[in-house]
C-alpha cells in the first residue's frame, strides 16, 4: 500500500515562496504519476499540477509560471515549488499519485488512487 505525506506548508506573505515535499513509503515515483491538489475552506479539491514518470507536466492555468513540480527519485519524494504566492492560494495541499495510465499528466480526482493526508498553506496580504 502506497502512503503519502506531505510537509513544507506554513504561513507566508504574499509574493513570498514555499516548498511542499510529498514522500512516499516506497521509490513510487520513477513508475507512479505524481500530483498535487489543493482545497480551501468551503470549495472543492481542484488540481494544481502533474508529472508523470517521464517528466511530463501539467499545470492548472492559475499557477503557470509561478509553480513548478519535479521528483527527487533519490529521496522518493515530488516537490512542489511555489513562487510569487497570492492570498488565493491558500488552501490546504494534497499530494496524490496514480499507478494507472502513467504516460498522462491528468488532473481529475478520480484518476488518483493514493493521497496524503494535506499540509497547510496559508498566504497573507
Known amino acids: 500500500q502506497v502512503q503519502l505525506v506531505e510537509s513544507g506548508g506554513g504561513l507566508v506573505q504574499a509574493g513570498g515562496s514555499l516548498r511542499l515535499s510529498c514522500a512516499a513509503s516506497?521509490?513510487?515515483?520513477?513508475?507512479?504519476?505524481a500530483a498535487w491538489f489543493r482545497q480551501a475552506p468551503g470549495k472543492e479539491r481542484e488540481f494544481v499540477a502533474a508529472i508523470t514518470p517521464s517528466g511530463s507536466t501539467n499545470y492548472t492555468d492559475s499557477v503557470k509560471g509561478r509553480f513548478a513540480i519535479s521528483p527527487d527519485n533519490a529521496k522518493n519524494t515530488v516537490v512542489l515549488q511555489m513562487y510569487s504566492l497570492k492570498p488565493e492560494d491558500t488552501a490546504a495541499y494534497y499530494c496524490?499519485?496514480?499507478?494507472?495510465?502513467?504516460?498522462?499528466?491528468?488532473?481529475?480526482?478520480?484518476?488518483?488512487?493514493?493521497w496524503g493526508g494535506g499540509t497547510q498553506v496559508t498566504v497573507s496580504s
Open positions: 496524490a499519485a496514480s499507478e494507472r495510465a502513467t504516460w498522462l499528466p491528468r488532473a481529475a480526482r478520480e484518476d488518483y488512487q493514493y
Open positions: 516506497g521509490r513510487i515515483f520513477s513508475t507512479h504519476r
